[in-house]
């Protein structure tokens, strides 16, 4: 399964709603994560199976979608939100979206 | 606290071998499904190799089959990969982590090492 990210950079202000989108080739059955990167370190897991927020990580974090269309969406934007994202499929082989670089306005 | 950490990178020339470990603590790392993912230079995540909590079954993608060889030590709480044929395609940052399992099939990575750095060039 291949994954494709949208936006390939976005950014936004301080405050405000991001979404971020990941659609599959085929069908994820909602077996979808979601990895947040800063520069210089390893990917944090924010999200697992589509909306199941990992331990520790803020409540502005949420996960939805269902099939092919997924999306990570961050309620109101923190500085310390700015890294690149990726989502990840492991319904049928264990695949990467190429990510979606979040940058403050 | 889980911790993996990662050693064994470096330069190395093309067509040659080098040998990764990721030591494990702060949880039962015989319960876990372990894995590599690697990072390009300025470039997306590649899962590179996974393998199950007894090391009986190990799984790759097309792209190292045949090349990589995962492995694991319980009784040292130790993670391998040997990478043999090594080229330049295969420079990268390597991550140890660990992976949760369904059904005995491969999941999410929920936790990471830091990574170590392997060059091939002559």
């Known amino acids: 399964i291949q994954l494709t990210q949208s936006p390939s950079l976005l950014s936004a202000s301080v405050g405000d709603r991001v979404t971020l989108s990941c659609k599959g080739s085929?069908?994820?059955?909602?077996?979808l994560a979601w990895y947040q990167q800063k520069l210089g370190e390893a990917p944090k897991l924010l999200i697992y199976n589509a909306n199941s927020l990992q331990t520790g990580i803020p409540s502005r974090f949420s996960g939805s979608g269902s099939g092919t269309d997924y999306t990570l969406t961050i309620s109101s934007l923190q500085p310390e939100d700015v890294a690149t994202y990726f989502c990840y499929q492991y319904n049928n082989g264990l695949t990467f979206g190429s990510g979606t670089k979040l940058e403050i306005k | 606290e889980v911790q993996l950490v990662e050693s064994g990178g470096g330069l190395v020339q093309p067509g040659r071998s080098l040998k990764l470990s990721c030591a494990a603590s702060g949880f039962t790392f015989s319960n876990y499904y372990m894995a590599w993912v690697r990072q390009a230079p300025k470039k997306g995540l590649e899962w590179v190799a996974t393998i199950s909590t007894s090391g009986s079954r190990t799984y790759y993608p097309d792209s190292v089959k045949g090349r990589f060889t995962i492995s694991r030590d319980n009784a040292k709480s130790s993670l391998y990969l040997q990478m043999n044929s090594l080229k330049s395609e295969d420079t990268a940052t390597y991550y140890c982590?660990?992976?949760?399992?369904?059904?005995?099939?491969?999941?999410?990575?929920?936790?990471w090492g830091q990574g170590v750095m392997v060059t091939v060039s002559s």
């Open positions: 085929q069908n994820i059955n909602n077996y």
């Open positions: 982590a660990r992976q949760r399992r369904y059904n005995n099939y491969p999941h999410y990575f929920d936790y």
